[in-house]
């Protein structure tokens, strides 16, 4: 079965950076799993995997416009303290916030005062991204994962 629209697709994969270093592996662990083509992996790997199929490896070197985007200073912001979780707060520490943009994940810059100095970029913006994945399986989303965008059962959801 190929990968395409409606798929799920389970892959082991790695990723590197430019000089080699394993930024995020799947060894050792169960692999990933997800549905194509609702944007639940980076733009660039959803491409690279469309019609392959089980058994299949790729490589894949994925820009960081369809990867986790390039980084913006606006995604730079001072937030007033009582707006963010409880808890201790220390610079590098990331933290899933709510906003009217949506929610994501934040990083912690510096706290001073009230306020606190918090980077909405993907710690992997501005990188370009080298996937080597194998591909495990490939089977139909069934109707229940089409209607919520997400797979379920193991390394999905619920
Ligand atoms: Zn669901």
Do not use: C, W
């Not at 798929?7 to 082991?12: C, D």
């Not at 194509?36 to 733009?43: F, L, Q, T, Y």
């Not at 979780?85 to 899933?96: I, T, V, Y």
């Amino acid at each position: 079965m190929q990968i395409g629209a409606n798929k799920v697709v389970t892959f082991h994969y790695s990723l590197r950076d430019d000089e080699g270093k394993v930024l995020d592996s799947s060894e050792g662990r169960a692999p990933m799993t997800y549905l194509h083509g609702k944007g639940n992996i980076v733009p660039g790997l959803e491409k690279a995997l469309e019609g392959k199929q089980g058994g299949d490896e790729v490589k894949a070197t994925v820009p960081p416009a369809d990867g986790y985007g390039l980084r913006d200073d606006k995604n730079i912001r001072n937030v007033p303290r009582r707006r963010l979780p409880e808890g201790k707060l220390q610079p590098g520490m990331r933290l899933h916030l709510r906003t009217e943009q949506g929610q994501g994940v934040v990083t912690v810059m510096a706290i001073k005062g009230d306020y606190v100095t918090i980077d909405g970029n993907h710690p992997l913006s501005d990188k370009t991204l080298h996937f080597e994945v194998k591909i495990v399986e490939v089977r139909d989303a069934t109707a229940e994962e089409l209607a919520h965008g997400h797979v379920h059962g193991p390394g999905g959801h619920h």
